[in-house]
């Protein structure tokens, strides 16, 4: 076993994940849930991820609740079935769990958007004002973070914060711009963006809504203010999916990545979910990096324990402040995720 864990790190290194053959007949699910007995583990998976991922999970949700459930868990493995920033957040909340992601290259292409080093000399030309950052951030971001927020919170974080204060918000403008026309603050805001939000067509998202007069168009804060316009309602994936599910109407047209649709069709089998469609020739808009992560890839970082998340002590100490700060104001806001 020892040799093929040597092999399996060679072929990490290079790939980012465990490269090893599976006997095709394997039974994945029936193997994961006989690892996560075995090994006290935990599948903690984002909205985005794959059905079947999401079927195995034993829980899914927004960057708010996985954070609140990696803090809080008793597993000693936690897998996290999202990318890189979201294992990252968990190890910083419970460092004493190991913490593997099935594809290390799992990136996310906001947080790619808002270097540390390039964001420290931007704050430094506002060294009065408050850093709230999006989750959605590298653990380097979070070590020059006051409060971190998630789509969920944000709203709430920003409103805790006194308003003689300054605020920069990062790296999300998308959101920052929304946040400002709800709370009213004059924010500061780092020109980062999500690379999945941001390509949604108004033109046919416009043909869609002729195509189902009856149907509501729901939008998450991260796209663009012109598609934001056109929407009934916004909100985090979990306050989507709420309102999917209270909303008497029986269609919805979503903008957001596609994987969302499945517990949206778990929760409401009756209704009838269209992806709002990019500016592609694309159907629907995913994540490149979220669905990195399959089945095969999670079963052998749970088999083998790899990849891992590794983070120094100085970041995880430095990093988590602002992520404490985050969940205490929503505890004490009573902010559910």
Not at 61 to 86: N, P, R, W, Y
Not at 88 to 107: C, F, H, Q, R, S
Not at 273 to 287: G, L, Q, W, Y
Request: with cysteine; net charge negative.
């Amino acid at each position: 076993m020892s040799e093929v864990i040597e092999i399996a790190k060679t072929e990490l290194n290079q790939k980012g994940y465990l490269d090893i053959d599976i006997d095709p007949t394997l039974d994945l699910v029936h193997e994961i849930n006989k690892l996560k007995k075995e090994k006290n583990a935990i599948i903690l998976a984002h909205y985005y991820q794959e059905s079947e991922i999401q079927d195995v999970a034993d829980y899914i949700g927004d960057s708010l609740g996985l954070s609140q459930k990696a803090e809080s868990t008793e597993a000693d493995i936690i897998v996290f079935a999202g990318v890189h920033f979201m294992a990252e957040t968990a190890k910083m909340l419970n460092p004493t769990k190991k913490v593997v992601l099935p594809d290390l290259k799992a990136g996310c292409s906001l947080a790619d958007s808002c270097p540390a080093p390039l964001f420290k000399k931007f704050k430094e030309r506002y060294p009065d004002h408050v850093v709230v950052s999006y989750i959605n951030c590298t653990a380097e971001l979070k070590t020059l973070t006051d409060i971190c927020c998630t789509s969920s919170n944000a709203e709430v974080v920003i409103n805790s914060i006194p308003k003689e204060k300054g605020i920069i918000f990062a790296p999300d403008k998308n959101l920052g711009a929304y946040l400002i026309k709800k709370t009213g603050r004059d924010m500061i805001l780092w020109n980062g963006a999500c690379m999945v939000h941001e390509i949604f067509s108004h033109e046919k998202i416009t043909k869609l809504m002729h195509r189902y007069p009856g149907a509501k168009f729901i939008a998450h804060p991260e796209c663009e203010e012109h598609i934001l316009t056109m929407a009934d309602f916004i909100g985090s994936t979990s306050q989507l999916i709420k309102y999917t599910v209270n909303n008497e109407a029986i269609s919805f047209i979503v903008a957001t990545e596609a994987g969302i649709l499945h517990q949206m069709e778990l929760l409401s089998p009756t209704k009838t979910f269209i992806p709002a469609p990019p500016t592609n020739s694309c159907a629907c808009n995913e994540c490149p990096h979220m669905k990195r992560n399959t089945m095969e890839k999670l079963y052998l970082s749970m088999k083998y324990e790899l990849p891992e998340i590794i983070l120094e002590d100085w970041v995880i100490q430095k990093g988590r402040k602002c992520i404490d700060a985050m969940l205490k104001i929503s505890v004490d806001a009573g902010f559910k995720a």
